[in-house]
């Protein structure tokens, strides 16, 4: 991605492989260009675009466009009414972010773990997590794979509880033959660069009723009612409003999603080619009939006793960019202080965070970096 770096093996320069890269064409540039010369900047017609086309995308009634990921999940959470006091059954294998917004509004996290197959939270897990105290279940699309929404549903119901979906990993992916954001638990999509669409910064929730779309833009506009009046605040609001830039990228890209998801899974596809049957890697869980995933990052886990450190070291002198994806969230600095939370707690999240690595992957990643890819790996682990 960035520049030239490392000697291949002939001592000739290699062009670096980064872990990601946006897909930006004319077509971004000219609907930035259009929002930049009508002097629209912000809460201007791009905003009402974008969410109209994401909402027709993902198949639901109403979308509202944030400011991050983050943004949406700390609205989500609002919107389930949770409070201090509350408890939310989540999963530890996540971005920090998914398990930080409950704690936005003095509520707390109880982490269930992971089931090593899907690496989305087990319902058993969750179950046995839910005390009086517990609002919400937050569900995570780890690297795009559905999470078992059917179960979950079914447990919510049963306990009375909120459901939140946390599917910033996971645009265009698909439940039971459905896309993720239409089943009707608000679902919270996040647009940074790395993700399968960007606008920059940027996120956005997927609702089903107008009510809730109006509370989310209300609250991601510092409380403001829809009197109009700009200094009348009805309820605690945040600044957590997408600017029209990021929203004019963002339709561009909503635009093309088809095929940057269409690119994205034929990247994957070369990749289980080139990487299926090389011993001490094990390849994402490949689509059944109820989960569709949307291709995001491709994360491999390595045999137990592999350095990965070392593997890391190796691809890096090869100019081949790698990260250890995910730490688990209890074993976070902030995490372990404030809750003494410690090894040993999610087994199966810990495991896992021990042993995967994330691969350079993007819609334009070409097949002869992925070839270098597989060979740096191979060659790494002998
Ligand atoms: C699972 C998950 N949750 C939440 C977020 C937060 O999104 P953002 O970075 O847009 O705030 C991300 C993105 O990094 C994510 O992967």
């Keep these: 991605m960035a520049g030239i770096r490392g000697q291949g093996p002939g001592g000739i320069l290699t062009a670096e492989i980064g872990l990601s890269a946006p ?52 609205l989500a959470v609002r919107l389930a009414g949770v409070g201090e006091g509350d408890e939310v059954v989540t999963t530890p294998f996540s971005f920090v972010a998914s398990a930080n917004c409950v704690l936005y509004e003095s509520a ?38 559905p999470a078992e929404y059917s179960e979950l549903e079914a447990i919510a119901e049963r306990h009375g509880l909120a459901l939140i979906e946390d599917a910033c990993e996971a645009l265009g992916s698909e439940y039971q033959g459905q896309p993720i954001g239409s089943r009707g638990a608000p679902a919270v999509f996040a647009f940074y660069p790395n993700k ?3 606008t920059g910064e940027g996120g956005a929730l997927a609702v ?16 403001r009612s829809d009197s109009g009046e700009w200094l009348t605040h009805s309820s605690l609001g945040y ?26 899974a034929q990247v994957a596809a070369r990749y289980a080619e080139l990487l299926g049957g090389m011993d001490g890697v094990e390849l994402p869980l490949p689509d059944d009939a109820e989960h569709e995933r949307s291709w995001f990052v491709y994360v491999v886990r390595l045999a137990d006793g592999i350095d990965r450190n070392g593997v890391m070291a190796k691809l890096a002198d090869k ?3 790698s990260k250890p994806y995910l730490p688990s969230i209890h074993l976070q600095p902030y995490w372990r202080e404030r809750f003494g939370t410690k090894e040993g707690m999610f087994p199966v999240s810990e495991d896992t965070s021990r042993r ?14 992925q070839e270098r890819v597989a060979e740096a790996l191979a060659s790494s682990l002998r």
């Design 23 to 74: 897909w930006l064409e004319e077509r971004e540039e000219e609907l930035v260009l259009e929002t930049l010369r009508s002097g629209r900047l912000s809460l201007g017609p791009m905003i009402d675009r974008f969410e109209v086309a994401l909402a027709q995308r993902v198949g639901a009634p109403y979308v509202a466009a944030v400011s991050s990921g983050t943004a949406g999940l700390h």
């Design 208 to 223: 089903q009723t107008e009510e809730e779309w109006g509370l989310l833009k209300s609250l991601s506009n510092q409380g």
């Design 319 to 321: 100019g081949i960019a």
């Design 196 to 198: 399968q669409m960007t």
């Design 356 to 369: 995967s690595l994330a691969l350079p992957f993007h819609t334009r990643l070409e097949s002869a970096d």
């Design 108 to 145: 707390t996290p109880v982490f269930a773990d992971i089931d090593p197959r899907t690496l989305n939270l087990d319902p058993g897990a969750v179950e046995a997590a839910i005390t009086p105290r517990t609002k919400a279940i937050l569900a995570v699309d780890i690297f795009g794979y």
């Design 239 to 264: 600044n957590y409003r997408l600017d029209d830039l990021s929203a004019a990228l963002g339709l561009a890209q909503v635009e093309k999603l088809d095929r940057i998801l269409e690119r994205r």
